[in-house]
């Protein structure tokens, strides 16, 4: 209904003597009480509703056709690019963000990356949630000492988004530190950690670079070992993921020999980064705690890394390991759940 229609309704109904609240609820919030006892107001002064124009010029860019356009292409195309719209619609960049997010309320999103998954290591994923859901509670979840390898190198990190430089040109900003120098072949150290409810235990690092099951037995297992026993007892459960390492049999019948409880080969689920706070938090804290300006070198990275270790905040190593396994498993069925009734409208899963 046009505005000049809800007008004449409101003039009529007025002039029967109606109320502007009874009016307001009769459109069913067509137009908002305010608007109406406004209009109210100018046919009791005028007798009439009299509108002015709104004032500024004409618009030209943000037209009902651009709008229309706009909302055409974003339903054909998953990707939109601002820049290219305001190229094709010949006007500027700002107006087409501003047709996006105020005149269709859209916002931008990036893309999130996740593991690809085989349909093999899904149905293992399921099973993995399943038997997790059925075997352990939230106290039991925080006995579990969570383990996992990574790799720094001595580049460090760098993220093209986040990492602005204000300058009053191309030349200015390089000289303010705009250039990300990144070597061909950088050294790389690689660690070893562990993190539980009740902190971290002490960084290994391997001189090698790679890790076989004879070094990962010798080096890591016996750190675990003695952290679990200082920390719960001999009431907990040492979590490691389906590295070669760690699967082969060596390395099973020790876990076996020695451990109280382990989540052995067959049963932690492959290529599940969601699933361990060390991949999803643990290891950004780490790498945001060092001195990046002072690493040089593979001995300066590895410096970095013993003293960087110290400066993790266990306020932050409390927080992401108790949300618990549990609450993780809870929150990846619900969006597979979603996922797979997205794809599926007419299926819904128990």
């Known amino acids: 209904m046009?505005?000049?229609?809800?007008?004449?309704?409101?003039?009529?109904?007025?002039?029967?003597?109606?109320?502007?609240?009874?009016?307001?609820?009769?459109?069913?919030?067509?137009?908002?009480?305010?608007?109406?006892?406004?209009?109210?107001?100018?046919?009791?002064?005028?007798?009439?509703?009299?509108?002015?124009?709104?004032?500024?010029?004409?618009?030209?860019?943000?037209?009902?056709?651009?709008?229309?356009?706009?909302?055409?292409?974003?339903?054909?195309?998953?990707?939109?690019?601002?820049?290219?719209?305001?190229?094709?619609?010949?006007?500027?960049?700002?107006?087409?963000?501003?047709?996006?997010?105020?005149?269709?309320?859209?916002?931008?999103?990036?893309?999130?990356?996740?593991?690809?998954?085989?349909?093999?290591?899904?149905?293992?994923?399921?099973?993995?949630?399943?038997?997790?859901?059925?075997?352990?509670?939230?106290?039991?979840?925080?006995?579990?000492?969570?383990?996992?390898?990574?790799?720094?190198?001595?580049?460090?990190?760098?993220?093209s988004q986040n990492e602005r430089v204000w300058a009053v040109d191309r030349a200015d900003a390089d000289k303010k530190g705009g250039i990300k120098h990144k070597r061909k072949f950088s050294q790389k150290v690689m660690v070893w950690l562990g993190v539980c409810s009740q902190g971290i235990t002490p960084l290994v690092i391997f001189d090698e670079g790679t890790v076989d099951h004879a070094c990962y037995i010798e080096k890591v297992l016996p750190v675990a070992l003695e952290y679990g026993k200082k920390v719960f007892g001999n009431d907990w459960i040492f979590q490691q993921d389906g590295a070669k390492s760690h699967q082969h049999y060596l390395t099973q019948q020790w876990c076996r020999n020695n451990f109280p409880s382990f989540i052995d080969k067959d049963c932690w689920p492959p290529n599940s980064p969601d699933l361990n706070p060390l991949d999803y938090s643990i290891w950004d804290e780490l790498a945001n705690a060092i001195d990046w300006k002072k690493v040089k070198s593979k001995p300066t990275l590895t410096q970095q890394l013993n003293s960087s270790v110290k400066k993790i905040r266990e306020s932050v190593v409390l927080k992401v390991v108790r949300v618990g396994l549990t609450d993780c498993i809870v929150f990846i069925r619900t969006m597979e759940i979603t996922y797979d009734n997205k794809k599926n409208p007419g299926f819904c899963r128990a």
């Open 2 to 159: 046009k505005s000049k229609n809800i007008q004449d309704i409101v003039l009529s109904k007025y002039r029967n003597g109606d109320t502007p609240t009874k009016i307001f609820r009769d459109l069913s919030g067509g137009v908002g009480l305010a608007t109406i006892k406004r209009w109210c107001q100018m046919i009791r002064r005028y007798g009439s509703i009299k509108l002015s124009s709104p004032p500024g010029r004409l618009r030209i860019a943000r037209t009902s056709e651009n709008i229309r356009k706009v909302k055409n292409r974003c339903r054909r195309k998953r990707r939109v690019s601002a820049r290219k719209l305001s190229m094709d619609l010949d006007i500027s960049e700002r107006s087409v963000r501003r047709i996006l997010k105020n005149d269709l309320g859209l916002r931008s999103y990036k893309k999130i990356v996740e593991p690809a998954l085989s349909d093999d290591q899904k149905i293992k994923r399921k099973q993995f949630t399943n038997w997790v859901r059925t075997n352990f509670r939230k106290e039991k979840t925080l006995k579990i000492l969570f383990s996992n390898e990574k790799l720094f190198d001595i580049d460090g990190i760098y993220n």
